[in-house]
C-alpha cells in the first residue's frame, strides 16, 4: 500500500524476512532430519540443478549456491530421459552450467540439446541474471543482441525481436502470458528467448520471437534470502524458501517486495508477489505440480521526454534538458496492476518411451493505468500533452495437452509429439480520453520546466468500452528425426481456430470473426562433429487483426485476414570448448497482409496488400573460457523496412523504403565475469547501440551509445554472499528506448547498488 506520499511502506521488507524464517513451518531440525534421510527416488528423471551438484565441483564462484541434496524432483520443463546429458558432463534439460544451458524443452515441446534445434536461442540463467542485477524481464533482455526493449508506454513490457513490436508474445512455462504488465524475475530459474516465428509451438503472434520464463519448481531444498539497497532509494527483499518433504512430495515458496524511487522526477514503484509451488508423487509413474502466484505491481507512468528539431534539418532528436525532467503529470500518471495465477501440471509415463503431460492455467488479471505526457514535439520551447486512462480486467483459461512417444523406425529414430490446446479469454476494457492539454495558458507547457498539475475537474470522458470473447482450440503434430548420427529433421504442423466475439458497449454494435490457420515449420540439421552443428529452418506464424490484446472489432476489421510472419533462416552452433558454445545464425524474415491505402479509392476501406521485411544476422558466444572466466557476448546487425505501403488513411501512410522503429543496424553486448580467487570476483558489462529511429515516421532519432556496467562479488563465508553492482560507470547520457517520436526513455545515470545474500 502506498502512504500519502506515494511511497510504499517498508514493513513489506520485514514481512519477507519473517517468511524467510518461518514459512512452511519447516526449521533446522526439519533440515537435519531431511539431510539424514535417505536420498534415493524411484528411478525418474532429476532436475539439471541436481545432476550438476553431482559432477565433481570445480572452483567455487562467489556467487555460487551451497550444495544441496543430491537428488531433486524434476520440474515439467525439466524432463530429461535417464541417457540424456552425457555429453555435457550430465546436465539435463536446462542444462545450466553457470552462464550457458546446453538443453530446453521450450522450443521443440521435447528435452532437446540446444545444439540440435534449429533455431536461435538464448538462454539466460539464473546465475546470469543475478551477476548482471537483472530483477526483471526488462533489464535481463537489455543484453540480449537483437532484442529492443521498448518504453511500453511506461506501463508495460514491450519489446522488439527482429523488427517486431510485441506487447503479447510472453510465456510462462510455455503458457501464454499476454496481459500487459513488467515482469519480475523473483520465482524465474531461467528467462529463454527464442528468435523468429514459430506458431507451431505457440500459436498467434511470435512474429519476431518470444520470451518465455521457466519458474522455480518444488523438488529442492534450498533456504534463501537476498536484500538490496541502492541509488534513487532502491529497496529490494526476495525469498526462496523449498523443502523436500518426502521423496513423494515438496514445497517452495519464493516471494518479492520491492519499494524504489528513480531518477527520473516524481518516479517510484512499488511491486510485491508470492508464489507457492507443491510436487506430488501420485505413483511411481504418474507426478502433478501445483502452483499460485500473486502479484501487485504499482508505478508512476514515465513516457519520458518529447523531442525537438535539428535546427536546419528536418531530423528530430531528444530534447536536450535535463534527463530528470518529467514531461506531463506525475501525480495523475499512475499504473496499478493485481494478478492471481492458478496452474496444475500432471505428467504421466505409460512407458520409457510413451508419456502424457496435461497444463492448465486459470487468471484473473485488473490492470488500470492513467497518464498524462508529451503528445507532441517541442517547438518554440512549448509541447502540447495528452491525457486519457486505460482499465482492464481479464480472465485467462489455458488447457494444454502433449503426448510424446519415442520409438525405432528402423535404421532412424522418432520423438513424436502430438498435443492440443484449448483457450477462453474474457476482456473489459475501458478508456478515458481527454482532450490535448496546453497548459494554465493554453499557448503550450513550456519544456524548460514540462512538469506541471492537470487542473482539477479536468473532464476525462469516456470514449471507449468493449467487451471481448476469444475462444481458440488448436491441435498440432511433431516429429524429429534422427535419420542419422550426422543428420536430423524436425518438422510440424499447427491448426488454430481462432474465434472472437467483440462488443462496443457504448453503441451495442456486435462484431465476430473466425479465423482457420495452419502453421507450419520445417528444420534441418547437420551434424559433421558431436560438437557441432549446421542448421536452416523456414517456419510461419500469424496475427489475427483484431489486434494481439484483442481490444475491439469493427466493420472493417472483422473482415480481414490474419498477418503472416514467414522466418528463413541458416545457422550453425559450435560448442568450442566443453562449457562454451558459439552460435550464429542469417535470417529473412517478412510481414505480410498489413493494412494499406486502397489505391482505387482512398475512401473504400482499407487492402491487405502492406508488407515489411527485416533480415540480419546474430552471433553470441556464451560459457566459459577457462574455470574462472565466463563470458556472454553478442553482435546483431539487423536491416528493417516497409516494402509495401501501410496505412489505412491517406494522411498515416507508411511509404515502401521507410526504416522500420527501434531497430538499431548494429548491437553489441558484453558480459563477462573473473573469478580471481575463491573469495573474490569482478564483472563487466558493455552494451553498445547504434542510432535508431523513434518510429516509422523517421524524424526523432535516437542516438548511439556505449554503457558499461561493473560488479563485484564477496564470498564471505560459505552462506553469506555480497554484490556491488554499477550501472553506467562513466554515467554515459544516452536515451534507451521510446514509444514515438513524442516520449523518448533516458537511460539512468550512474548509480549503485549493494545486495547480500544468505543461506540457512
Excluded: C
Amino acid at each position: 500500500m502506498r502512504d500519502v506520499n506515494g511511497r510504499g511502506s517498508r514493513s513489506a521488507a520485514l514481512f519477507i524476512g519473517t517468511m524467510v524464517s518461518g514459512s512452511l513451518g519447516l526449521g533446522a531440525g526439519a533440515l537435519a532430519q531431511e539431510a539424514a534421510a535417505p536420498a534415493e527416488l524411484p528411478p525418474l528423471e532429476v532436475t539439471a540443478q541436481a545432476k550438476k551438484k553431482a559432477v565433481p565441483a570445480k572452483k567455487k564462484s562467489a556467487t555460487s549456491p551451497v550444495p544441496q541434496a543430491p537428488v531433486a524432483v524434476a520440474a515439467p520443463e525439466q524432463t530429461a530421459t535417464e541417457d540424456a546429458g552425457d555429453a555435457d558432463g550430465g546436465l539435463s534439460s536446462g542444462g545450466v552450467d553457470g552462464y550457458r544451458a546446453t538443453r530446453s524443452a521450450t522450443g521443440t515441446k521435447t528435452d532437446t540439446p540446444l545444439i540440435d534445434i534449429p533455431q536461435a536461442i538464448t538462454v539466460i540463467t539464473q546465475e546470469r541474471a543475478q551477476d548482471q542485477r537483472a530483477v526483471d524481464v526488462n533489464k535481463a533482455l537489455q543484453y540480449v543482441p537483437g532484442v529492443i526493449v521498448a518504453q511500453g508506454e511506461g506501463n508495460r513490457d514491450q519489446i522488439v525481436v527482429r523488427g517486431q513490436n510485441t506487447t503479447a508474445d510472453f510465456f510462462v512455462d510455455g503458457v501464454r502470458d499476454d496481459v500487459q504488465y513488467f515482469r519480475d524475475l523473483y520465482n524465474a530459474d531461467r528467462l529463454e528467448v527464442l528468435k523468429g516465428p514459430n506458431a507451431m509451438i505457440f500459436g498467434r503472434g511470435g512474429g519476431g520471437g518470444v520470451i518465455n520464463r521457466v519458474t522455480k519448481k518444488a523438488g529442492e531444498d534450498v533456504r534463501e534470502g537476498t536484500a538490496w539497497v541502492g541509488s534513487f532509494d532502491h529497496y529490494r527483499a526476495t525469498a526462496d524458501v523449498g523443502a523436500r518433504v518426502s521423496n513423494d512430495f515438496a514445497v517452495r515458496l519464493n516471494g518479492v517486495f520491492e519499494d524504489s524511487g528513480s531518477y527520473r522526477n516524481g518516479v517510484d514503484l512499488e511491486r510485491y508477489g508470492i508464489n507457492p509451488t507443491a510436487f506430488f508423487r501420485l505413483t511411481d509413474d504418474t507426478r502433478l505440480w501445483l502452483s499460485y502466484e500473486y502479484f501487485k505491481d504499482e508505478r508512476t507512468v514515465d513516457r519520458g521526454i518529447s523531442s525537438v528539431a535539428v535546427p536546419g534539418s528536418t531530423e528530430r532528436r531528444p530534447y536536450p534538458g535535463s534527463i530528470k525532467a518529467f514531461f506531463g503529470d506525475p501525480d495523475k500518471s499512475i499504473s496499478d496492476f493485481e494478478g492471481h495465477t492458478t496452474t496444475a501440471t500432471i505428467e504421466h509415463k505409460f512407458s520409457e518411451d510413451l508419456k502424457i503431460r496435461n497444463h492448465t492455467s486459470y487468471g484473473d488479471f485488473d490492470k488500470f493505468y492513467d497518464n498524462v505526457y508529451a503528445a507532441t514535439a517541442v517547438v518554440g520551447g512549448l509541447y502540447t500533452a495528452g491525457v486519457y486512462d486505460n482499465l482492464t480486467t481479464r480472465t485467462t483459461l489455458v488447457n494444454q495437452t502433449d503426448v510424446t512417444y519415442t520409438f525405432d523406425g528402423g535404421w532412424y529414430g522418432h520423438t513424436l509429439v502430438v498435443g492440443t490446446e484449448f483457450s477462453r479469454q474474457d476482456t473489459d476494457n475501458t478508456r478515458k480520453t481527454g482532450a490535448n492539454y496546453n497548459g494554465p495558458g493554453g499557448l503550450g507547457i513550456p519544456a524548460s520546466d514540462p512538469t506541471f498539475t492537470l487542473p482539477a475537474g479536468y473532464s476525462i470522458p469516456v470514449t471507449g468500452r468493449n467487451a471481448t470473447e476469444l475462444t481458440t482450440a488448436s491441435v498440432y503434430i511433431q516429429d524429429q528425426l534422427d535419420l542419422t548420427k550426422y543428420f536430423q529433421v524436425i518438422g510440424g504442423i499447427r491448426f488454430d481456430r481462432f474465434d472472437i466475439d467483440a462488443t462496443n458497449v457504448l453503441s451495442g454494435a456486435d462484431f465476430g470473426r473466425v479465423d482457420d490457420v495452419w502453421s507450419p515449420r520445417i528444420g534441418i540439421v547437420v551434424k559433421p562433429t558431436d560438437g557441432l552443428s549446421l542448421y536452416a529452418s523456414y517456419s510461419k506464424s500469424f496475427l489475427p487483426y483484431s489486434g494481439e490484446q484483442f481490444p475491439s472489432l469493427d466493420g472493417t476489421t472483422q473482415d480481414l485476414e490474419p498477418e503472416e510472419f514467414i522466418n528463413r533462416e541458416i545457422g550453425f552452433k559450435w560448442e568450442v570448448a566443453p562449457r562454451l558454445l558459439l552460435s550464429a545464425a542469417l535470417y529473412q524474415l517478412d510481414r505480410e497482409n498489413t493494412r494499406a491505402v486502397n489505391p482505387a479509392n482512398a475512401a473504400l476501406p482499407p487492402v491487405q496488400i502492406g508488407s515489411s521485411r527485416t533480415e540480419g544476422g546474430e552471433i553470441e558466444l556464451v560459457g566459459n573460457i577457462t574455470d574462472n572466466w565466463e563470458v556472454a557476448v553478442g553482435y546483431a546487425r539487423t536491416f528493417g523496412e516497409i516494402t509495401g505501403a501501410q496505412g489505412t488513411t491517406v494522411g498515416n501512410t507508411v511509404p515502401v523504403g521507410r526504416s522500420l522503429a527501434n531497430i538499431p543496424e548494429d548491437m553489441f553486448t558484453l558480459w563477462n565475469k573473473y573469478q580471481f580467487t575463491p573469495m573474490f570476483a569482478a564483472g563487466i558489462g558493455v552494451v553498445h547501440r547504434s542510432e535508431m529511429f523513434a518510429s516509422t515516421d523517421n524524424r526523432a532519432v535516437l542516438p548511439e551509445f556505449t554503457r558499461v556496467d561493473g560488479a563485484l562479488y564477496f564470498n564471505l563465508t560459505e552462506n553469506l554472499d555480497a554484490q556491488l553492482n554499477v550501472e553506467n560507470i562513466f554515467d554515459e547520457k544516452y536515451y534507451a528506448s521510446a514509444h514515438n517520436e513524442f516520449n523518448i526513455t533516458p537511460g539512468s545515470p550512474r548509480a549503485f547498488y549493494f545486495g547480500v545474500t544468505s543461506r540457512f
